[in-house]
C-alpha cells in the first residue's frame, strides 16, 4: 500500500447524494486507476488516466466521474446516478521513467469501501 | 473475446504442503503475466511478473510462478504453506500488442487460498 493513500477508509452515503474518493500518490508514476471490487465478481476497471489532464472511460464508467488536474491526484466522484454504488473501491497507479509503459506494474492503495444507506 | 481463467474459486492446502494456485488466459500473442495477493479490507499486493526470459519467475514471499506457453497458463506456486498466506489471490494479463502506451490489465476473479494448521 505504500506510495498510494485513499481517503476514507470507510464512507456512508444516503441515496440521491454524490461523494468523492481521494486518491493521492507520491511515487511520480503517470497512470492511475480506479476499479471496483464487488464479491465474487473481482476488479472492475472504472476510469484510468495516462496524463495529467486526460483520462479513460473503463468498462463500468456509468455513474462515476473523475478529474486529473494534477499527477499526483486522482479523485473519483460516485454520482446519484450510479444505482448500486455500494462497493470496495480500489485507487492504482503505475509507470516510471524506466522500461516501456505495458511492462509498468500497477500498485495499489488500501481501498475506501463505500456504502449506501 | 480476451479472458483470464481462474479455475478454482478456493484453495485449501496443510501448513507446510506445496500450494499451486492455476491461471490461464485466452490472449494471443506473448502477454505480460502478473500475480497479485489481497488480504481482508486491504488493498491489492503484487507478487510477481512474467516480462520475457525465464518461465520461472520468483516474487515476494517465497512466491513463484512458471509460465507455460503452450498451455497459455501461468500457475502461482511456493514449495511450503504458512497459515498467513492465506488470503486472494489475482491473476492479470496485459496483452503485448496493445496499442501505444496502453496499461489495462485483464484480470481473473480471484482464487481464495485457505492455508490449515
Known amino acids: 500500500d505504500g506510495g498510494i493513500t485513499q481517503s476514507p477508509k470507510y464512507l456512508f452515503r444516503k441515496e440521491g447524494q454524490n461523494v468523492t474518493l481521494s486518491c493521492e500518490q507520491n511515487l511520480n508514476h503517470d497512470a492511475m486507476y480506479w476499479y471496483r471490487q464487488d464479491p465474487g465478481q473481482g476488479l472492475r476497471l472504472i476510469y484510468y488516466?495516462?496524463?495529467?489532464?486526460?483520462?479513460q472511460k473503463g468498462d463500468i464508467a456509468e455513474g462515476y466521474s473523475v478529474s486529473r488536474e494534477k499527477k499526483e491526484s486522482f479523485p473519483l466522484t460516485v454520482t446519484s446516478a450510479q444505482k448500486n454504488p455500494t462497493a470496495f473501491y480500489l485507487c492504482?497507479?503505475?509507470?516510471?521513467?524506466?522500461?516501456?509503459?505495458?511492462?509498468?506494474?500497477?500498485?495499489f492503495g488500501p481501498g475506501t469501501r463505500l456504502t449506501v444507506l | 473475446a480476451q479472458s483470464v481463467a481462474q479455475p478454482e474459486d478456493q484453495v485449501n492446502v496443510a501448513e507446510g504442503n506445496p500450494l499451486t494456485v492455476k491461471c490461464t488466459y485466452s490472449?494471443?500473442?506473448?502477454?505480460?503475466l502478473f500475480w497479485y495477493v489481497q488480504y481482508p479490507n486491504r488493498g491489492l499486493q503484487f507478487l510477481l511478473k512474467?516480462?520475457?526470459?525465464d518461465n520461472l519467475v520468483k516474487g515476494s514471499y517465497g512466491f513463484e510462478a512458471e509460465f507455460n506457453k503452450s498451455q497459455t497458463s501461468f500457475h502461482l506456486k511456493k514449495p511450503s504453506a504458512l497459515v498467513s498466506d492465506s488470503a486472494l489471490y489475482f491473476c492479470?494479463?496485459?496483452?503485448?500488442?496493445?496499442?501505444?502506451?496502453?496499461?489495462?490489465?485483464?484480470w481473473g476473479l480471484g482464487t481464495s487460498l485457505a492455508v490449515n494448521p
Open positions: 488516466s495516462q496524463i495529467v489532464n486526460d483520462f
Open positions: 492504482a497507479s503505475s509507470g516510471g521513467t524506466s522500461g516501456h509503459p505495458s511492462t509498468d506494474t500497477q500498485y
Open positions: 492479470a494479463v496485459r496483452p503485448r500488442q496493445n496499442a501505444g502506451n496502453n496499461r489495462k490489465l485483464i
Open positions: 490472449v494471443s500473442g506473448n502477454p505480460y
Open positions: 512474467y516480462i520475457t526470459g
